[in-house]
């Protein structure tokens, strides 16, 4: 097992080098990079951009991506600019050097996890996304907290009433949540619940109160609670379907083994085949799931959630950050949950062997 985990580690960092070599060149070829970007706001605005511009600052070390020249070798929209101050954007933005030691520059700067300071935001990046943290570590953790209590129970439960009334409408409840997209359910909470034409029962924004700080501890828990209540219940509703399907046609598939029958005859109870010998062995594929899950419970980033309830997250961070052409925040992002999620994989093959110990990886070619 030990040999098979040093070849997987070796193996991510080819991987995570190929992941940021794709993107970077995709991003090369995008339209609009942050020069363009501010040359387009200095001459719609005026002087804000340029304050904007030169407090950003920065080195393009922190973060890579390209721009759309003119046929005449300029940016576009630059036409009447003084070159001199061109050429000072291109140097706060690091855009003054060529693209290979752009690239050579960030990476070396990710290998110490310097993931530098925003373009546009003039702040580090590292500090702008734990302060977005809070908000998406509250949404996924509740989401995929209620969605595994509920499914992996459910799932069982349609398992061994197969065919039985109860198993259809489950089945149809599911898949009609399922069917719903998830900001058009969140829409409905807020008319019905929130103030809407209904009623006013809980808040349209944030994920606590004004006043939270001057709340005793259990009333800041209520108001945590009251405050997640609708964004969480917006994002469980679909959720559930894929794992309780999983589960229950691996449950399924395991009671029809000749152990489960062997254990029925040795006068074993329905309980103790059921959580004692089928669990264990048809929870291998819901495990495979675990990595992602534990990646959304810290970075669940749901753009369209985060705006309907007003919630500043990683998901509104990053659509800000693509839109404005902000490459640290980008790259330094896809950086870090890449590097993430490949850990996570690794570690849901060695919860493979927690769970079933017949399973060898020493005897697999990696």
């Known amino acids: 097992m030990i040999a ?21 060149i995709i991003v090369q070829a995008a339209p609009g990079g942050p020069v363009e970007q501010a040359i387009a ?3 719609q605005i005026g002087g804000p951009a340029t304050q904007r511009v030169t407090r950003a600052g920065g080195d393009f070390a922190s973060g890579g991506g390209g721009v759309i020249q003119s046929e005449g070798g300029g940016y576009r929209g630059a036409r009447g600019l ?14 003054d050097k060529p693209p ?25 990046v590292i500090d702008l996304v734990l302060e977005k943290m809070p908000v998406s570590i509250s949404l996924g953790l509740w989401t995929t907290l209620i969605t ?5 129970p459910l799932g069982i439960a349609k398992a061994v009433r197969d065919g039985s009334r109860f198993d259809v409408w489950t089945s149809g409840i599911i898949i009609v949540g399922y069917a719903i997209p998830s900001f058009l359910f969140a829409v409905l909470l807020l008319v019905l619940f929130a103030g809407g034409s209904y009623l006013d029962w809980f808040p349209l924004r944030g994920i606590v109160s004004d006043n939270w700080d001057e709340l005793s501890l259990g009333g800041k828990i209520l108001d945590y ?10 994002m469980v509703v679909g959720g559930f379907a894929t ?18 029958i062997t254990a029925r005859a040795k006068g074993l109870s329905e309980r103790r085949v059921l959580y004692g010998h089928v669990f264990r062995n048809s929870m291998l594929l819901v495990i495979a799931g675990f990595p992602a899950a534990f990646v959304s419970i810290l970075f669940t980033g749901s753009l369209l959630i985060e705006v309907i309830f007003s919630l500043d997250g990683l998901g509104l961070l990053g659509f800000e950050a693509a839109i404005n052409r ?18 996570m994989n690794l570690i849901g093959d060695i919860m493979y062997t927690i769970v079933d110990p017949r399973i060898d990886f020493e005897a697999r070619r990696a």
Request: no cysteine; net charge negative.
């Open 41 to 43: 706001e200095l001459t």
């Open 82 to 95: 003084d070159p001199a101050f061109i050429e000072e954007l291109e140097k706060q933005f690091g855009f």
């Open 148 to 152: 595994y209590l509920v499914s992996i």
């Open 4 to 24: 098979y985990i040093i070849r997987r580690l070796l193996l991510i960092i080819p991987t995570l080098l190929g992941i940021m070599i794709i993107n970077f």
């Open 326 to 343: 902000d490459y640290p925040i980008m790259f330094g992002t896809l950086f870090f949950f890449s590097l993430l999620g490949l850990v």
């Open 225 to 234: 609670l009251w405050h997640m209540t609708l964004p969480v219940l917006s």
């Open 243 to 260: 794992l309780t399907m999983l589960t229950k046609n691996s449950f399924l598939d395991q009671i029809q083994q000749q152990y489960v």
């Open 100 to 124: 290979v030691e752009r690239f050579l520059l960030m990476m070396g700067q990710y290998l110490t996890f310097d993931f530098g300071e925003s373009f546009f935001r003039g702040r580090p």
